[in-house]
């Protein structure tokens, strides 16, 4: 199943995103096949502030699993992550 990973950063934390981001990108590209696609949300003045990864996973709690491991998680980026369901229903790849 499809997973949104959905995560807020810290107010005031865009350096800790920065410093963090060649290990974040590491960590997402050893996932291989789970990660579907993944990107930053952008505040009002363009510059990230959250992520969003989709990743395909058996749980919900298989997703926060990997969203714990996650170099930005345990740095202390995020305020808050989510894991969604999400169902692919258009432009799907492999459909």
Request: charged share 25%; with cysteine; aromatic share 8%.
């Amino acid at each position: 199943m499809l997973y949104a990973l959905m995560c807020t950063d810290k107010p005031n934390s865009l350096q800790i995103r920065l410093d963090t981001r060649p290990d974040h990108l590491v960590f997402l590209e050893s996932l291989g096949d789970a990660v579907k696609f993944a990107g930053p949300f952008l505040g009002e003045d363009g510059k990230p502030c959250g992520s969003m990864v989709m990743v395909e996973a058996d749980s919900k709690e298989a997703t926060m699993a990997i969203a714990e491991r996650d170099p930005y998680a345990k740095k202390g980026l995020f305020s808050a992550v989510e894991a969604r369901p999400w169902a692919w229903a258009v432009k799907n790849p492999e459909a």
